[in-house]
């Protein structure tokens, strides 16, 4: 039974940052696709990026990190598998 618990948690685990990557990428490719659409400024400053795009992405983190500690609780990731999708999550 730990097993299916442990391919379970993995596949929502995968799932979710494969979300989270496929809508990043979206919205990556819709502002390529706007700023070829827009005309082109003439000498105007381009505008400071939105905060709350990094934010979403933030929050994003956090709630893989509370997934992941609550599997960790649960016992159905061990301590290196929890250390390895950490790492994964915050990109170090």
Partial sequence: MPGLLRGIART???AGTATAVSNRVSRRQAGRWA?????????????????PSSD?????KLAQLRELGELKSQ???TESE???????ILGS
Avoid: T
């Avoid at 979403?56 to 994003?60: T, Y």
């Avoid at 929890?82 to 994964?88: D, G, L």
């Fill in 82 to 88: 929890f250390q390895a999708q950490k790492s994964r």
């Fill in 35 to 51: 700023e070829q659409d827009a005309p082109p400024a003439a000498a105007e400053p381009a505008p400071a990026p939105a905060q």
């Fill in 12 to 14: 929502a685990v995968v």
């Fill in 75 to 77: 016992g159905v990731l």
């Fill in 56 to 60: 979403d992405e933030m929050s994003g």
